[in-house]
């Protein structure tokens, strides 16, 4: 072969390898619940019974704070709660339960998601209100949820 296209194509073959380690250091999207976030806008995680805390992984995976809407004094205006409830002909199976309340004037929009899961549901929420919302249903009592706000 040609001295000039050997050299020709290791130049290439070094730009390639260079571009993909480089879309490798720096991911544009995280693998995060539902697909919906990007690295510098992480969900809000929360659930219920063990599974209510957030684990220091959740933590370090995400580059910045959750966007979300906030009061005049600061705070955010959606609080988003977790609640297993048995169901009373089955009692095997429990109903996953989104508490959610908007302390803000204006409606508000979600996604929410079983934490790293496609299963969704999206939710506008009136100003100065609360609602119950079912998730889903399972035999595991306890579940894990994110959400995230929606500013469009």
């Known amino acids: 072969m ?3 296209l050997l050299h020709l194509l290791g130049s290439a073959a070094y730009i390639l390898c260079s571009i993909a380690a480089l879309e490798a250091q ?3 999207n995280a693998v995060s619940p539902g697909g919906m976030q990007n690295l510098r806008n992480p969900p809000v995680v929360g659930g219920t019974g063990n599974l209510a805390l957030p684990s220091k992984e959740d933590s370090n995976r995400y580059l910045g704070q959750p ?4 009061t005049v004094t600061g705070q955010a205006c959606v609080t988003v709660n977790g609640l297993a409830k048995a169901q009373i ?3 095997q199976v ?3 339960v989104l508490l959610i309340a908007n302390a803000c004037s204006y409606p508000i ?3 929410a998601c079983y934490y790293q899961s496609t299963t969704c549901l999206q939710t506008t929420i009136a100003g100065y209100t609360r609602r119950q919302q079912t998730l889903g249903f399972s035999a595991d009592k306890d579940f894990r949820f994110a959400y995230t706000e929606d500013f469009n």
């Not at 966007?67 to 906030?70: D, E, G, P, R, V």
Request: proline share 11%.
């Open 2 to 4: 040609n001295r000039n």
């Open 26 to 28: 720096t991911p544009l």
């Open 67 to 70: 966007n979300q809407h906030k």
């Open 89 to 91: 002909v089955n009692p």
């Open 94 to 96: 429990t109903e996953h």
């Open 109 to 111: 929009k979600l996604k």
